[in-house]
């Protein structure tokens, strides 16, 4: 499994390391964010499906639990599970277009919705560090570690 962190000062650096992933992205990946209330989780997705390219305003799933946005060469989807109580909530949800292998799939809290969603391919756990914030990447897959792989090169 291949690891990678940053720092993240403050949400400029936020919004520039979700610049850098959408820069690299090459393919549909699913990935799975962590993090404590306030850590940058939505921060992090708006930028990153503003930077791919979302012409529409990137609103927070936190009551929705879904949004979907069509982006110039795939459908993204951004999903914020804390309000889920037991992932067989999610049967409800029609989520059946989450496995498409082209689809980006963001996953505020996914332990949530554990056994109910796409496995992950890149995990990233947003924590405090002092007044900012540290971004911890983890790839989990081979498509998750080409992206990393992508994002280390100068």
């Excluded at 936020?14 to 549909?28: D, H, K």
């Excluded at 990935?31 to 390219?53: E, N």
């Excluded at 919705?113 to 560090?129: C, E, K, M, T």
Aim: proline fraction near 5%.
């Amino acid at each position: 499994m291949s690891r990678w962190s940053v720092d993240l000062p403050d949400e400029a650096a936020t919004i520039a390391l979700a610049e850098q992933v959408a820069a690299v992205m090459a393919e549909g990946l699913v990935i799975y964010l962590h993090g404590d209330l306030g850590t940058g989780k939505t921060s992090f997705a708006r930028a990153l499906l503003m930077a791919l390219g979302v012409g529409e305003r990137v609103k927070s799933p936190t009551y929705s639990l879904v949004e979907s946005y069509r982006l110039p060469d795939r459908t993204a989807w951004h999903l914020d599970l804390y309000r889920i109580a037991d992932p067989g909530e999610l049967e409800w949800l029609g989520l059946d277009a989450l496995s498409d292998p082209a689809a980006l799939v963001l996953v505020e809290w996914p332990e949530r919705g554990a056994g109910a969603l796409p496995a992950a391919d890149l995990q990233i756990d947003l924590a405090y560090a002092g007044l900012g914030r540290k971004a911890a990447f983890s790839a989990l897959t081979s498509r998750g570690a080409e992206l990393l792989a992508r994002m280390e090169k100068p």
